[in-house]
């Protein structure tokens, strides 16, 4: 996952969900993430203007057998909560 204007990623731990990595990101600040296989995560653009993030998946959709899951903004598993304001 690569990004650009101002955004932060949100990434719970993979052994235990109550433990979160919280990355920052910018223009001069730069990142690559790789984020496992069957981990939840979430992107916030928390800049003035528009934010990119491109994300580069290892192999091809299969919309027979989907291996992305969504969760509500607000949920029990993942302890974070975004700012109000738009979800996906």
């Given at each position: 996952?690569?990004?650009?204007?101002?955004?932060?990623?949100?990434?719970?731990?993979?052994?235990?969900?109550?433990?979160?990595?919280i990355?920052?990101?910018?223009?001069?600040?730069?990142?690559?993430?790789?984020?496992?296989?069957?981990?939840?995560?979430?992107?916030?653009?928390?800049?003035?203007?528009?934010?990119?993030?491109?994300?580069?998946?290892?192999?091809?959709?299969?919309?027979?057998?989907?291996d992305?899951?969504?969760?509500?903004?607000?949920?029990?598993?993942?302890?974070?909560?975004?700012?109000?304001?738009?979800?996906?």
């Amino acid at each position: 996952m690569w990004c650009a204007g101002r955004s932060t990623i949100i990434v719970p731990n993979r052994r235990t969900y109550k433990l979160l990595n919280i990355f920052t990101c910018s223009e001069r600040n730069r990142a690559l993430l790789v984020i496992p296989r069957g981990v939840f995560h979430a992107v916030q653009n928390i800049g003035q203007t528009e934010a990119m993030v491109i994300s580069l998946p290892t192999r091809l959709d299969d919309h027979a057998d989907p291996d992305k899951y969504r969760l509500p903004i607000k949920n029990d598993l993942i302890p974070f909560a975004f700012d109000d304001g738009p979800g996906w």
